[in-house]
C-alpha cells in the first residue's frame, strides 16, 4: 500500500470514529448492513435516506449500493460515495467492521459543499461565455478597423490619383497650350524685332526687350510645366527626373542645389506610382 493511500484511510478512519460515537443523536444518516445487503440498523436521518430510496430496516438496500457495500466488505477497506436525500447531499462513507460481516455507513452533509461547486461551476461556464463574446467583439471591432484602414487607404490613394492627373493635366495645358502660343508669339516677336532693325526704327530695342521677355515667360512656364507633369520621370527614370528637379530648383529660386546618388547605384522603380511619390516628397 502506498503512502498516500495509507493517509487517505487513516483520514477516512478517523472520521468513522467520530461519526460513530453517537449514531443516534448525529443529524446525519448513519446505517448498518450485513454482507446480504440488508439494513440492520438506521438512525432517523438514516431512515430518511432509506426512505429516499423506497428502502428500510429490514429490507435490502438498492442494488448500486449493495454492490459498494459487498465491495468494501471484501477488501476490508473503507469507500467514500455521494447519495442524494431531497434537497440534501451526503457522502457516505462506508466502513467495514472486522469479524462481523456488516459494515457501518456514516453520512456527512456535503450539501453546502456541491452547492458551491455548482455556483462555482456555473460562474466559471458563466465567464468562459464572457470572454467568448468579448473575443467575439474584438475579432469583429478587428475586421472592421482593418476595413477601415483599407478603406481610408483606397480613398487617400484615390485622392493622391486625382491630384496627380490634375496636376498631369494642367502641366500638359501649360506644355502644349500655353507654352505653344508663347513660342508662336515670340516667333512673331522676333519678326517684328528684325523689320524695325532693317529699318533702324527706335522701336527695334523695344521689340527685342519684348522678346527676351517672352522667352523668359516661356522658360518660366516650361519649368512649371515640368513641376506638375514631370515628363523626363516616364522617359529617363526616377534618378534622371530628381537630378533635373535640382537644377530647376537652382535656376529658379538662385540657391544651391545638388542630388547625390550613393554609390551603390541610381534610384529606380518599376512601380510608377511609388517614383511619382518619391518625387513628389522631394519636391515638396
Known sequence: MSLGMGLARIRVEHKVESLAKLPCENPNPVLRVGTDGIVLYANAAGSELLANWDCRVGRQVPEQWHRHLVGVLESGASEEHEA?????????????????????????????????????????????????????????????????????????????????RERRRLGQELHDSLGQQLAGTAFLAKVVEGQLSARSAEEASIAAEITKLINQTMDQTRRLARGMHPFDLEESGLTTSLQELAKRTEKLFHVRCIFVVKPDGPIETDDPSLAIHLYRIAQE
Open 84 to 164: 442524494v436525500c431531497g434537497d440534501r447531499v451526503f457522502s457516505l462513507i462506508m466502513a467495514p467492521v472486522a469479524g462481523t460481516g456488516y459494515a457501518n455507513v456514516y453520512g456527512i452533509d456535503v450539501t453546502k459543499r456541491k452547492h458551491a461547486e455548482a455556483d462555482l461551476v456555473t460562474d466559471r461556464r458563466r465567464l468562459e461565455e464572457l470572454i467568448r463574446l468579448r473575443t467575439a467583439g474584438l475579432i469583429q471591432a478587428n475586421k472592421k478597423l482593418r476595413r477601415e484602414i483599407m478603406e481610408r487607404k483606397h480613398l487617400e490613394n484615390e485622392i493622391l490619383a486625382v491630384s496627380e
